[in-house]
């Protein structure tokens, strides 16, 4: 499938039905091409994904990420199956490892090495398409990668990569890894602000819960940052990097470094500077594709 150049990812779980309803609609009104939206604490990400495409209409929605520890690969794959048959092929199964907090801790399994872990389950996934009837032309799967060796096989077993708090030099490292195949989807935080004070302390607020996650702070060094950009909350130079701050034509021409370097689509995170849940509909606004 070719990805649409603008998506949008933002959390649903604070959401009620209304609200997710408008969620779809509006970004496809506004024309974004693929909603984003996480497993995390509340939402089942098939049954959102479902209620996601029944209020839009040819939006493609797209999870990110759906953890592998939930569910068996039977399960992903009739998941899959159920919702790209029934709403004319706008599903996306993103798949990931997740964290081993919320892996050992919340779920009560035992966190394994992510790419054999991953491998194994893509097997089995193959495994449940031969048994089920046949794999679909085109398996709508792409991987949660930072590392090479993710990368490397999502390259080599899915439709791509989703990399998330990154900056614009993950294409390049995303690329070398997957030789050159495969989509690399990019996952950017901006804030429509021109403060920077209040833009930094979103920033921090937003980042807060990734900042003791070793998948992120490991690929955030080689990305060029250091352990001086964990210390107090991040550095400015972490946080100015991991959300995008100004005007819209100022986060708009730092985008299109993603796209200079390659990227087949950059997914906004709008996060709002009054430190507020929900998305920034303002910015959404603002940043949509032809604003």
């Not at 029944?54 to 990420?65: N, W, Y």
């Not at 592998?68 to 996306?92: C, P, Q, T, W």
């Not at 096989?153 to 614009?168: D, H, K, M, S, V």
């Not at 819960?209 to 400015?236: A, E, H, I, T, V």
Request: charged residues 20%; contains cysteine.
């Amino acid at each position: 499938m070719k990805f649409g150049q603008y998506g949008v990812f933002t959390f649903t779980d604070a959401m009620n039905g209304a609200e997710l309803t408008e969620l779809a609609q509006r970004l496809e009104a506004l024309g974004y091409s693929t909603l984003w939206y996480p497993e995390a604490f509340n939402y089942e990400p098939f049954a959102i994904g479902a209620y996601l495409l029944g209020a839009s209409k040819k939006l493609v929605v797209a999870s990110g990420i759906a953890n592998i520890y939930a569910r068996d690969a039977a399960s992903s794959v009739m998941g899959h199956n159920s919702l790209n048959k029934l709403y004319g092929e706008r599903f996306v199964l993103g798949l990931g490892v997740s964290h081993a907090p919320l892996v050992s801790d919340l779920r009560g399994h035992e966190y394994k090495q992510p790419v054999a872990t991953m491998r194994a389950y893509l097997d089995r996934m193959d495994q449940a398409w031969t048994a089920l009837g046949g794999a679909p032309g085109e398996k709508r799967v792409v991987l949660a990668a930072l590392g090479p060796q993710m990368s490397k096989l999502a390259a080599e077993r899915t439709l791509g990569t989703f990399p998330y708090n990154i900056t614009p030099a993950q294409v390049d490292l995303s690329k070398s890894a997957m030789g050159g195949k495969g989509a690399i989807i990019c996952e950017q935080k901006v804030c429509l602000c021109e403060d920077p004070t209040l833009a930094r302390k979103a920033a921090r607020a937003a980042l807060a819960p990734y900042m003791g996650l070793p998948n992120y702070f490991n690929n955030w060094f080689r990305l060029g940052f250091d352990q001086s950009d964990l210390k107090d909350g991040g550095s400015d130079r972490l946080m100015d990097a991991m959300v995008l701050w100004g005007s819209a034509a100022d986060i708009k021409a730092k985008l299109k470094a993603y796209f200079d370097k390659g990227a087949a689509q950059v997914v906004v995170q709008p996060i709002r500077a009054d430190g507020e849940v929900g998305p920034c509909w303002k910015a959404l606004e603002a940043l949509a594709p032809g604003a």
